[in-house]
């Protein structure tokens, strides 16, 4: 088919074509800057985005305006954008807001946890026990991961969760997962989310709040510890 010139080739089928080729590219690329593809900071040009997208400079433009306003890219003059770096301060404050909402997300999946999704936690847990061996942290890291949707889910509590999914944490970890230095995975994690999975088998709203709240603090304990804040820093010069 040959298009009119001028023609924009996002909207051969029609306006709700179109639309759709723009949604898609918005999804194709957040999951692209989820999933570590980028670095943090790394410059994003319509150019190269449009060919490895295969849409047109309007749809990226559309699409990079809808990233920066969710907070996954920021924007630059000339027509490009970089992936988000998040300072020491921002990361701490988003650990902070994650563990108060993620808390509130396990208390609700202790009231509304069905028998299948037990099941599913209790193997998730399993098989991060598996990975207590040398060279098993990409995969354990991706076990937790799939264990707080996993809480997510069954908490069926849709507000909350576009709350937390809000928060850009994936790409925080991201730029400081190497905060833990350590070869294998922390021993410690694997009994935390346990402890988060019996106060869901139990049902007790509040155990499974306060295990959530206790587990996602070593996270920023871990970043903290090798990452300076400005009022760490300013705490070492006054002493």
């Not at 150019?47 to 630059?76: C, F, K, N, P």
């Not at 996993?150 to 850009?168: C, H, N």
């Not at 833990?180 to 106060?199: F, G, K, M």
Request: charged residues 25%; proline residues 3%.
């Amino acid at each position: 088919m040959v298009l009119a010139a001028g023609a924009d080739p996002d909207n051969e089928g029609g306006p709700d074509s179109g639309a759709n080729r723009t949604l898609q590219a918005y999804h194709d690329l957040r999951a692209l800057i989820l999933s570590g593809h980028y670095e943090p900071d790394s410059r994003l040009t319509e150019s190269g985005l449009t060919t490895q997208l295969q849409v047109s400079r309007g749809t990226i433009r559309s699409v990079l305006a809808r990233l920066a306003q969710e907070g996954y890219v920021t924007t630059e003059a000339n027509r490009s954008a970089r992936t988000r770096s998040f300072s020491v301060d921002e990361a701490i404050e988003i650990l902070e807001t994650r563990a108060v909402l993620e808390s509130a997300l396990a208390a609700k999946a202790a009231e509304r946890a069905t028998e299948a999704d037990i099941a599913a936690m209790t193997e998730t847990c399993k098989r991060m026990w598996d990975l207590q061996v040398p060279g098993g942290r990409e995969e354990y890291w991706n076990l937790n991961r799939k264990f707080h949707e996993q809480v997510k889910r069954a908490a069926r509590q849709a507000t909350l969760t576009r709350f937390v999914d809000s928060l850009l944490y994936p790409l925080v970890m991201q730029q400081y997962r190497d905060a833990d230095r350590r070869a294998n995975p922390r021993t410690d994690s694997v009994r935390e989310h346990e402890a988060i999975l019996a106060a869901i088998v139990t049902h007790n709203p509040e155990s499974a709040a306060a295990a959530m709240r206790h587990h996602l603090s070593s996270a920023r304990r871990a970043l903290q510890l090798n990452f300076p804040t400005s009022d760490d820093q300013r705490d070492l010069r006054k002493g």
